[in-house]
């Protein structure tokens, strides 16, 4: 008992009063407010884009069946909105598909983009890293995970879909006894599982290469990924049912309700996904503390304005901290 209070007193509640520290100072709320928005924009051009796709190497129709994953995680009304645009969809044919895909990918590019790259933005404000890299360059990193992102979204509806199909085909079409009930149970669970692997890798190449920064490890990446992926799944079905059973959307917005609600789920998701990148710059700098103790003796760390890039950092510094002497006579 007494190691388990140490250890929280040496090494969790620092980094949670960090976290905290580092929240207040970045605003997280308004880098998640504009993600949303242009989230919001994206939404259904990328939708039409993911069917389009999709419907050119797949059968369509079977997208609507797979669907019934998002229903426990997203508000009641987005989730008809975006079932009835995918009906709308999957219903066309194959030429309109063709060429809802070369309008849509240019609209969802763009707003997606747009997106990602405010998320990349807020990359830096949570690791409190100047944006350096040129216009071209920050560009192509946005459109390169805006990229990312709808073939990752391809690939896991295309798993979802196969998996269930692959059960009930094979065993008929080999002559193979039914699988026992517990494969089949593991094969209808590796939907939700499936979307959970997509946030939680999503999410770790997000904090790697969407910072402005040198190249961090794994080891300090993963802590926020999986944080972020639980409490994005936490929060997804909370604000479901607060929707469906306390929120009154569509009586207060009328026929913007789906869209309200809609928004803040994605606002909700950006605000998680930005948690977890603070937590992993809190973890940085309580490592780093650890690491040079005796060096950081006497030392307060608090968030400045970034230095110039060219400026050299202190060879002690916390990677996108700065660490400033406390006034003679205050205990650090």
Known sequence: MTDMNDALHRHILPVMKQVATNIASDQITLAAAGCAFYATLSLFPAMSTLISLYGLLFDPQT???????????????????????????????????TFNLIVSTTIAMWSASAATRSLLLAMNVAYNTPETRSFLRFQAMGMIMTLSAICGGILTLALMVALPILLDYLPQKLSLAPPPGS???????????????????????????????QSTSWRCILPGSVAATLLWLLTSVGFSYYVSHIAGYGATYGPLGAFVATMMWFYVSAYVVLLGAELNAGLEIQMCLR??????????????????????????????????????????
């Open 291 to 332: 690491d040079n103790g005796p060096q950081m003796e006497g030392w307060s760390i608090v968030r400045k304005p970034a230095t110039k890039p060219q400026e050299a950092r202190p060879a002690t510094a916390v990677p996108s901290r700065e660490a400033t002497p406390l006034p003679p006579g205050e205990a650090p």
């Open 183 to 213: 494969v089949e149970l593991l094969v209808r669970m590796g939907g939700p599982a499936l979307m959970l692997l997509f946030v939680l890798s999503g999410c770790s190449l997000l904090y790697r290469f969407g910072p402005n920064r």
């Open 63 to 97: 997208v609507e069946p797979q669907l019934v994953v998002l229903r426990n995680l997203l508000p009641p009304a987005a989730y008809d909105l975006i079932c009835d645009r995918i009906h709308i969809l999957v219903a066309q044919s194959h030429s309109s598909l």
